[in-house]
């Protein structure tokens, strides 16, 4: 394995942005017991559709622990990010904003990125509605343009990523 | 491997339990969301199951194109620790007796 740290550039303001996402995700994760939010039934989906009793046999052993690993992945991004947020987005001056700044990621903490950034695509996309491949996207909805942003931003850590597997370590 | 001494007799009266419970080999299915990055899918595959690049691509399409694809077989018991794992990615995975 390849020690060395992935560096993700983005604009400051990206990351004051996505630190703010990762911290509301962080609230739906512990929102269980009040009214677990939808997004959530995505991310813990059935593993058995038809067999209930198998199915509710496997969310009481696994369901809380799952949860609790997102919020572990979610509080390592959410480090990453804490150099981003010196500064509140409307105080930035808009070169500011835009300065480009190098989040430098953990070999370890890969994983976290990933999945931290696909669970907030899979719960923005059950908010959208997205449930097949051919839907439109309503560009008068700003939340498809945040949703196509962590898509665009996903892409390329993957890229990243594959990219620092095949370096010798 | 050398054996210089004869292995103990194993009891019979044991290994006839296994009858009653057989090992029937379970799967783990992967099923296509419109969410999923195909780049992301292919290398959860490759790094997770640590199959090959090849590999894991071609599980990644069968998912796109087919619907789904099963990417595990083996004891009920570790598909459902695969499953967790599939979930822990977010990806939508099930587990199924493999049909016979």
Redesign the interface.
């Known amino acids: 394995m390849n020690h060395a740290a992935i560096r993700l550039p983005l604009a400051v303001v990206e990351g004051i942005h996505l630190a703010g996402l990762v911290e509301e995700f962080t609230d739906v994760l512990t929102s269980v017991g009040e009214e677990p939010d939808p997004g959530l039934t995505?991310?813990?989906?059935?593993?058995?559709?038809?067999d209930a009793d198998a199915s509710a046999e496997?969310a009481a052993a696994?369901h809380d622990d799952?949860l609790d690993?997102?919020a572990a992945d979610a509080a390592v991004v959410r480090t990453g990010l804490s150099p981003f947020l010196t500064t509140a987005a409307e105080d930035l001056a808009e070169d500011e904003a835009l300065a480009p700044r190098d989040v430098v990621i953990a070999a370890s903490d890969i994983?976290a990125w990933?999945?931290t950034l696909?669970?907030l695509?899979?719960v923005i996309?059950t908010r959208l509605d997205?449930?097949?491949?051919d839907?439109e996207h309503d560009l008068e909805d700003p939340r498809f343009g945040v949703y196509d942003w962590l898509?665009f931003r996903?892409?390329g850590l993957?890229?990243l990523?594959?990219a620092h597997?095949e370096l010798p370590s | 491997m050398g054996m210089s001494t004869p292995m103990a007799t194993p009891d019979l009266g044991e290994v006839t339990d296994l009858e009653a419970a057989p090992l029937e080999p379970w799967q783990v299915n992967v099923w296509?969301d419109?969410?999923?990055?195909m780049?992301?899918v292919a290398?959860v595959f490759r790094?997770y199951f640590g199959y090959s690049a090849e590999r894991a691509t071609t599980l990644m399409l069968a998912v796109h194109n087919d619907g789904h694809a099963v990417v595990a077989t083996g004891p009920r018991e570790t598909m459902?620790v695969h499953?967790?794992a599939m979930?822990?990615?977010?990806l939508?995975?099930?587990?199924?007796k493999a049909p016979q």
């Open positions: 995505r991310l813990t989906p059935d593993p058995y559709p038809e496997f696994t799952l690993r997102r994983d990933l999945r696909t669970a695509r899979l996309a997205i449930t097949s491949d839907d898509g996903l892409d993957i890229a990523a594959d597997d | 296509n419109p969410v999923n990055l780049s992301y290398r790094t459902e499953a967790q979930h822990d990615y977010g939508w995975a099930t587990v199924r």
